[in-house]
Structure formats: structure tokens, C-alpha cells
């Protein structure tokens, strides 16, 4: 070859792998964020999760993005091993699909309908309108499909380029014996193998094979060696994603190397030793893109039908290969896969799955503070500590995690939850915070002895109730997204505030009476601050939920418009809640 035919072949592999990348991205962002939850939620047979492993990586032109999609999945605890497996196996055939996409920028015709179907007239024609939607439309989407067209011109001109850089090498005696050797199924597996290892993709390995087979020198003989060795090769990148992950984490990843080379082994040992006994004629039959994509495609379904019986045998192999180490102390904020974060819509969901979980927390740290005012046990006490602590681990991790999703591409109602996240995750938190100092003061009654009188242990109790209330509805309102129970909060919490204004004068009263002593009078100030905060903390929330969906974000001045401009309905929930908490 000539230093401008290498130059020309190098820049047609940059263009064809830059093309197959952003043809990838842009199918990704378009379809992505519904096939990623459709994978999760509906792979729940080893059958389905091979049709759906299979749809979604034809769709989204890459197994290795589903396979690292499903080892996180499984990595963050929802989904099974025995699940993952069928989901791999559908992208080890899925993958076939690129080959076949490829195989358009090689139509030609010279008249009739053809000729419309032809590379230049393809490439020209999806080039413009990958430019138009690109440059000119102001939605997202659209532009997002412009990506894809413009990656498919890209790549089909980079596969234009390869294949006229490389036409002359047929003639060549060393490029014919080289591909001879590699009939050599041993050398073909490996040479195949470390190549795509390189690549890291199999559908731009397969497409590069596609390329060298416009010489006319490769035949079936070369050409299935190096198919079954882009099949092992894929694998590397997949196994690259399970650093980091738990011990089914790893075997999720392993499934897909184990799967692949076994399917090889299985389907060369049956191939040639057939040949061996029937001798096959079709071994020297020239290949073209076409019949190399119809190979890799019959050659993968080969592999997945001969490994879907045995998906328990390959559970068992993982299984063994990676060990289980000693379990590590369960971690609230499991969901929060790092994996996710190049999938928006998964990772909101972890996020709002995880957020829910730490309200319920919180919810529940308050409900069992405040039996502890009335019951004391040291257990309940342990508990109470233990929510906390998850409730300020959930708030590291759901910060962290929510601050890296918001540098990631998100749809307006992605960003509206994002942004609903970060601004009531410190008001859980702090929810959780007022648990334990209420906890605390319970145990300051227990060790001390301290006994209220019958009129303050009537008060507490129906500022527990009110609380209880509150926390309740601000919750299911979080959780339901529900803006009407979020709008009932505001009332309750001005409430909550009288009674304990209330209280507070009452309790002076009964000091100055000498009903009440000092020492009673400072663990019940604390209890009521502390139920008086946790009241606040719940408006917070209300607030915030209210004022984003308003696209208005300013929780101090809606509060005050909000508390200065009654409405009806807010002065009716106002007058329902005095009534059922009067002291």
C-alpha cells in the first residue's frame, strides 16, 4: 500500500468509528430513556430478557451499553443474576443488527430505483437532513435524531473511504496469505479477540472486517474465525464496567465473556468437526458485506439457542468463578449506581426510589421518637440513632449522586425532579436530626425519673399526634407527587405552631404555680422546639414541592403569601386541624 492509500484508510476508520458513536449517543437519547426502565421493569424471564437484550441493543447499536446498563442494575439490587443472564444473551445477538446497517453504504446501483438506494445518494440525502434537524430545530429531540442521521452519513462515508483504501489489496500476495493463515480457526478466534478488545466494539470490528472484504481475498474459511473472536472480544469493555461492583456485580459482568466463549467453542467444536466428516465446499466462498453480516448474525442466534437451556449452568459458573466475600454492612444508598448517570432516566429513578426510602425513614424516626416520650426502651432508643445515621448517609450520597446528574443532558421534567431533590433532601434530613434529639430528651425522662404532670402529658400528646399528622401527609404528598395534601401541610404547621406557643405559656403558668419544676421545665421546652422544627421542616418541604411545580422557586416569599393571603381552603384546613389538635 501507498502512504496516501494508509492515509486514507486511517482517516476512513476515524470517520466510520466516529460516525458508529454519534449514530450511538444520538439513538441513545432518543430512545434510551424509555428502553432503559422497559429493560428493568420487564426482564423478568430468562425468554423475555433475551427478546428484550436483543431489542434494545438493535435499537441502541451497542451491547456493551446494555450489558454495563443490566451489571448495574444488578449491582444496585434490582435485578436478579438469573435475570441479567437472558438480557446478556439477547445483546450478544443483538449486536448483529449494526452489520446489517453497514451493510447499506455498500448498495449501488446505476439506474431505476437503485440508484436512489445508492452509498453517495444515501449518504447525501441523510447528511442534509441530519444537518437540518441538527442546525435549525430548537427541540431536542429532533436535533438528537440529526445526531443520528449525521452519524449514519458519517459512517457510511468512513466505510466508503475503508473500502477504497483497501481495494487494491487484493492483488497484493502478502494481504492474501495473511488472511489465509487466518483460516487457522485458533489464530482467526485470537486475532479477532484482541482486535475488538482494542476497539472495544464488536459492531465496529464487524464493520472493518466488512471493509477488507471488498478485496475479494477473504473467504468464508478467514472469515469465520474472526467473527467468533469479535464475539469473545466484545466482552472486554463489559468486564472493564464491573470494577467497583459487589460480588453479583462481578458476576453479572463475567456472564458475558463466559457466554461468549463457551458459545465459540461450542459452535467451532460442531463446525469443523461437520467438516471434518462432510468436507463443506462453501469454505472458499468469497465474501462480501452482505454474507458477512448474514454469517455474524446466524453464527450469534446459534450461540444464544444453544446457551438459553443451559442459563442455570451459566448462573452456577459465575457463581464459581466469583466468590462471595464476606458481606459488606448494607449501604441505604445502594440504588445510586455510578453506572447510571450516562442514563438520566434511570438515574432519576434510583434517585427518586432512594429519597422515598429516606422520607419513609425519617417518618419513621419521628413515629418511634415519639413513642419513646411515652414508653422508653433502650432498643427503641438504638433505633431511632440507626434511622438517623441512614438518614445523613442518604443525604451524602443523594447530594453527590444529584449534583453529577445535573452535568448530564436531562429532559425538563427530569430537571424538575432533580431539582425537587435537592431542595427537600436537607429538610429530611434534619427531620431525622430532630428524631434524635427527641429521642434524646425521652431518655433524659428515663434516666432522671422525670414525671409531667396530667396536663402536660395531655399537651405532648396531642402535639405528637399533630406532629405525626404532618409528617404523614407531608410524606405521602412527597412521594405521590400529591400537591393537594402538600397544600393541607402550610395550615397544619401554623398549627403546630400555636399549640406550641400554647404550651410554652402554659408550662410557665405551672411553674409559677410550682406545678412544674425547673428540671421538668427544660427537657419539655426541648421536646416542644424540637416538634416545633420538625413542623417547619415539613413546610419546607410542602413549600418547595408547591413553588417548583410553579416554576417560581422562592420558598421564604411563598411562605409569607401563602400565610398572608389565605385563601378558603387554606383557613378551612386551618379551622379542621385546631379543632382536632386543641389543647
Known amino acids: 500500500m501507498e502512504v496516501s492509500e494508509i492515509i486514507s484508510l486511517c482517516s476512513g476508520i476515524a470517520l466510520f468509528l466516529f460516525g458508529m458513536t454519534l449514530m450511538g449517543d444520538g439513538l441513545k437519547r432518543v430512545a434510551g430513556n424509555r428502553l432503559e426502565l422497559v429493560l428493568y421493569r420487564l426482564s ?82 441523510v447528511a442534509i437532513v441530519g444537518v437540518v434537524l441538527r442546525v435549525f430545530s430548537k427541540k431536542q429531540t429532533h436535533r438528537h435524531i440529526g445526531d443520528i442521521l449525521m452519524g449514519f452519513a458519517v459512517l457510511m462515508f468512513g466505510m466508503s473511504a475503508m473500502s477504497d483504501a483497501v481495494s487494491g489489496l487484493g492483488k497484493q500476495p502478502w494481504f492474501t496469505e495473511t488472511l489465509s493463515s487466518l483460516s487457522n480457526p485458533i489464530l482467526g478466534i485470537l486475532v479477532g479477540a484482541v482486535f475488538t478488545a482494542i476497539l472495544q466494539s464488536a459492531s465496529a470490528a464487524v ?130 449506581e455510578e453506572r447510571f448517570l450516562a442514563h438520566p432516566s434511570l438515574a432519576v429513578e434510583q434517585s427518586r426510589l432512594t429519597i422515598n426510602d429516606m422520607a419513609m425513614t425519617a417518618k419513621e424516626a419521628i413515629s418511634s421518637a415519639l413513642g419513646l416520650t411515652a414508653a422508653f426502651s433502650k432498643g427503641g432508643f438504638e433505633e431511632v440513632k440507626r434511622m438517623e445515621t441512614n438518614c445523613d448517609r442518604y443525604e451524602d450520597a443523594l447530594g453527590s449522586y444529584l449534583v453529577k446528574l445535573t452535568g448530564q443532558e436531562l429532559t425538563r421534567r427530569q430537571n424538575e425532579d432533580v431539582s425537587k431533590y435537592l431542595h427537600t433532601l436537607t429538610d429530611f434530613e434534619r427531620i431525622s436530626d430532630h428524631a434524635l434529639n427527641i429521642a434524646q ?133 386551618f379551622d379542621d386541624y385546631a379543632a382536632r389538635f386543641a389543647l
Not at 428484550?52 to 444488578?74: N, P, W
Not at 474472526?226 to 456472564?255: C, E, H, Q, W, Y
Request: charged share 20%; with cysteine.
Open 44 to 125: 423478568s424471564t430468562t425468554l423475555r430478557g433475551v427478546l428484550l437484550g436483543t431489542g434494545v441493543t438493535g435499537v441502541i447499536q451497542s451491547s456493551c451499553a446494555t450489558s454495563v446498563m443490566v451489571v448495574g442494575f444488578v449491582n444496585a439490587g434490582m435485578m436478579k443474576l438469573r435475570q441479567a443472564i437472558g438480557v446478556i444473551l439477547g445483546a450478544i445477538l443483538g449486536t448483529s443488527v449494526t452489520g446489517w446497517v453497514i451493510s447499506l453504504s455498500y448498495l449501488e446501483g446505476s439506474s431505476g430505483v437503485l440508484q436512489l438506494f445508492s452509498t453517495a445518494t444515501l449518504t447525501g440525502l
Open 207 to 336: 464493520g472493518i472486517v466488512q471493509a477488507l472484504s471488498v478485496t475479494g481475498a477473504m473467504s468464508f474459511e478467514a472469515a469465520l474465525p474472526l467473527l467468533m473472536g469479535i464475539a469473545i472480544g466484545a466482552s472486554f469493555p463489559v468486564l472493564l464496567s464491573a470494577i467497583g461492583a459487589n460480588a453479583d456485580g462481578k458476576r453479572t459482568a463475567a456472564v458475558y465473556p463466559v457466554a461468549s466463549g463457551i458459545g465459540v467453542i461450542v459452535c467451532a467444536s460442531l463446525f469443523y468437526l461437520a467438516d471434518a466428516i462432510f468436507r463443506f465446499s462453501f469454505l472458499n466462498t468469497v465474501m462480501n458485506p452482505f454474507s458477512l453480516a448474514l454469517v455474524n448474525s446466524v453464527l450469534r442466534f446459534a450461540m444464544v439457542l444453544l446457551l438459553l437451556p443451559f442459563s442455570d449452568v451459566l448462573e452456577t459458573l459465575v457463581r464459581l468463578l466469583v466468590r462471595d466475600k464476606k458481606a459488606a454492612e448494607n449501604d441505604p444508598a445502594l440504588r445510586l
Open 441 to 573: 430528651s425521652a431518655a433524659e425522662i428515663h434516666d432522671k425519673r422525670i414525671d409531667f404532670s396530667d396536663d402536660a402529658t395531655r399537651e405532648l400528646a396531642t402535639l405528637s399526634a399533630a406532629v405525626r399528622e404532618i409528617v404523614r401527609m407531608t410524606v405521602q404528598a412527597f412521594i405521590d407527587n400529591d400537591l393537594s395534601v402538600a397544600a393541607r401541610v402550610e395550615p397544619l404547621e401554623e398549627v403546630i405552631d400555636r399549640l406550641c406557643d400554647e404550651a410554652k405559656r402554659r408550662h410557665v403558668e405551672r411553674l409559677q404555680k410550682r406545678n412544674c419544676t425547673i428540671q421538668q421545665g427544660f427537657v419539655f421546652n426541648d421536646l416542644l422546639t424540637g416538634i416545633e422544627r420538625v413542623g417547619d421542616h415539613c413546610s419546607n418541604i410542602a413549600v418547595a414541592m408547591l413553588e417548583l411545580e410553579e416554576d417560581a422557586f422562592d420558598p421564604h416569599a411563598s411562605l409569607c403569601r401563602r400565610k398572608d393571603g389565605r385563601n378558603e381552603e387554606f383557613q378551612e384546613a
